[in-house]
């Protein structure tokens, strides 16, 4: 039983359903990829595997101090969790850590993308996807040199991220030609990919439950059974209030942001916070201006990510719990990030905002394992790279319940 249906949770139904179990799958929304997974920033980005902490993000943080349109935005609340998540943080920034995390990084995205374009060949999937790469352009000339830095350091791991200067930049995506008087130069990854995340969920769901995959939609969690070292149910409530006790032989937490609700009861601490990202999906007219190959602007940590007609437009990260309203002015960061680069981009009505809960850990590398009951398994914290990492996390657990070896090596418990 997988407890949770966004693209994790139902990337793990279908791997395990190939595997040969019978599966089914909780959820209680009324489809699959509705909540952190349906308005994300569209990125298939290994490229992105360098942890949020690393050394150089002190700098940033004095630098957005007090600033509400912020790209990482701290609300200090009285929430030991939040607390305790700040603090190894900082552990994490270590250079060693650091290092370590973006190999673990870049090891689960690179077989996770590969996992992703075979499904996609093998289902013949639609998702609007491209894969014409993600370029990362850069406006300061420090940042530059350290992403170049990291760069090299990606391409030790196995990725091909290059660094590029503003003239190729421009090649890639001639759309940026209105901002080519800020470009200092970017790094480019060409194997990497574009695509949206709710689309490709809500098919691979309905392709999943042509295989015998059984939904339980519309059904919300409230606890976690147990009998000695087994889980032995999971208590629900359906949208009509209607109650019931549903068992399986094994239990795979894939509830994101919700997974340490669901496992403090049982004295499972998991290092997993909420980061609010927010997102802005834009009706292009025809014949704008606006580019093709996904794009992150790492001067305002804005990701844009080309979905047939529609623009993408996504980014910033607001640790404020688990509040889900939207906040007008990061809301309107995201336009004017938009603006900024693309000038004359002609959009069709009022941008369409939204806001979700990304599962973080302090250390960026997802809880991927057992935990503690010989029959429960988690699946959860990837963070901003879940849309990146569903297919390999996917696989990978599959393997590790059905007794085979699992590549990369797991488990794979990040902190």
Same mark, same amino acid.
């Given at each position: 039983?997988?407890? $949770?249906?966004g693209?994790?949770?139902?990337?793990s139904?279908?791997?395990?359903?190939? &595997?040969?179990?019978?599966?089914?799958?909780?959820?209680?929304?009324?489809? =699959?990829?509705?909540?952190?997974?349906?308005?994300?920033?569209?990125?298939?980005?290994?490229s992105?595997?360098?942890?949020w902490?690393?050394?150089?993000?002190?700098?940033?943080?004095?630098?957005?101090?007090?600033?509400?349109? =912020?790209p990482?935005?701290?609300?200090?609340?009285?929430?030991?969790?939040? #607390?305790?998540?700040?603090?190894?943080?900082?552990?994490?920034c270590?250079? &060693?850590?650091?290092?370590?995390?973006? =190999?673990?990084?870049?090891?689960?995205?690179?077989?996770?993308?590969?996992?992703?374009?075979? +499904?996609?060949?093998? *289902? $013949?999937?639609?998702?609007?996807?491209?894969?014409?790469?993600? /370029?990362?352009?850069?406006?300061? %000339?420090?940042?530059?040199e350290?992403?170049?830095?990291?760069?090299?350091?990606?391409?030790?791991? $196995? *990725?091909d991220?290059?660094?590029? !200067?503003?003239?190729?930049c #421009?090649?890639?995506?001639?759309?940026?030609?209105?901002?080519?008087? *800020? *470009?200092?130069?970017?790094?480019?990854?060409?194997? !990497?990919?574009?695509?949206?995340a709710h689309?490709?969920?809500?098919?691979?769901?309905?392709?999943?439950?042509?295989?015998?995959?059984?939904?339980?939609?519309?059904?919300?969690?409230?606890r /976690? #059974?147990?009998?000695?070292?087994?889980?032995?149910?999971?208590?629900?409530?359906?949208?009509?209030g209607?109650?019931?006790?549903?068992? &399986?032989?094994?239990?795979?937490?894939a509830?994101?942001?919700?997974?340490?609700?669901? #496992?403090?009861?049982?004295?499972?601490?998991?290092?997993?916070?909420?980061?609010?990202?927010?997102?802005?999906?834009l009706? +292009?007219?025809?014949?704008?201006?606006?580019?093709?190959?996904?794009?992150?602007?790492?001067?305002?940590?804005?990701?844009f990510?080309?979905?047939g007609?529609?623009?993408?437009? =996504?980014?910033?990260?607001?640790?404020?719990?688990?509040?889900?309203?939207?906040?007008?002015?990061?809301?309107?960061?995201?336009? !004017?990030?938009?603006r900024?680069?693309? %000038?004359?981009?002609?959009?069709?009505?009022?941008?369409?905002?939204?806001?979700?809960l990304?599962?973080?850990t302090?250390?960026?590398?997802?809880?991927?394992?057992?935990?503690?009951?010989?029959?429960?398994?988690?699946?959860?914290?990837?963070?901003?790279?879940?849309?990146?990492?569903?297919?390999?996390?996917?696989?990978?657990?599959?393997?590790?319940?059905?007794?085979?070896?699992?590549?990369?090596?797991? %488990?794979?418990? $990040?902190?």
């Amino acid at each position: 039983m997988v407890l $949770g249906a966004g693209v994790v949770g139902t990337a793990s139904a279908w791997y395990l359903a190939q &595997a040969g179990h019978e599966v089914s799958v909780v959820e209680r929304q009324a489809v =699959a990829g509705n909540e952190t997974s349906y308005a994300n920033g569209g990125q298939i980005s290994v490229s992105h595997a360098e942890p949020w902490a690393n050394p150089h993000v002190f700098g940033n943080l004095l630098k957005w101090l007090g600033r509400e349109d =912020a790209p990482l935005l701290w609300r200090w609340r009285a929430d030991p969790a939040q #607390l305790a998540w700040g603090a190894r943080f900082l552990f994490e920034c270590l250079p &060693a850590r650091t290092r370590r995390n973006m =190999a673990a990084i870049v090891s689960l995205s690179l077989y996770s993308r590969s996992r992703l374009q075979a +499904l996609r060949a093998e *289902l $013949g999937l639609d998702y609007d996807h491209l894969e014409r790469g993600i /370029l990362h352009i850069y406006t300061d %000339p420090r940042e530059f040199e350290m992403a170049s830095q990291a760069a090299a350091l990606m391409r030790e791991f $196995g *990725l091909d991220r290059h660094t590029v !200067d503003a003239a190729r930049c #421009l090649e890639l995506e001639p759309a940026l030609g209105d901002a080519r008087h *800020l *470009l200092v130069g970017g790094d480019y990854t060409a194997s !990497d990919e574009s695509g949206d995340a709710h689309k490709f969920t809500r098919a691979l769901a309905e392709r999943a439950q042509e295989a015998g995959v059984c939904f339980h939609y519309g059904c919300s969690i409230e606890r /976690l #059974l147990v009998s000695g070292q087994q889980i032995v149910g999971v208590d629900t409530v359906s949208a009509e209030g209607v109650r019931q006790t549903l068992q &399986a032989d094994a239990y795979v937490v894939a509830l994101g942001s919700y997974s340490p609700h669901l #496992l403090r009861p049982l004295g499972i601490g998991l290092p997993v916070y909420p980061a609010k990202g927010y997102s802005a999906t834009l009706t +292009l007219a025809d014949g704008t201006t606006a580019p093709t190959v996904s794009l992150t602007d790492d001067e305002r940590k804005i990701v844009f990510s080309r979905l047939g007609n529609r623009l993408r437009v =996504a980014g910033t990260a607001e640790f404020n719990g688990y509040n889900l309203d939207l906040n007008p002015v990061r809301s309107q960061a995201l336009l !004017d990030g938009a603006r900024r680069l693309f %000038p004359r981009l002609e959009i069709l009505g009022e941008p369409e905002y939204w806001c979700g809960l990304r599962p973080a850990t302090p250390s960026n590398v997802p809880n991927i394992g057992r935990r503690r009951y010989s029959n429960l398994w988690l699946n959860t914290g990837h963070g901003t790279l879940g849309w990146t990492m569903a297919c390999g996390s996917g696989a990978a657990l599959a393997d590790l319940i059905s007794g085979r070896r699992a590549e990369p090596e797991f %488990p794979f418990i $990040g902190c």
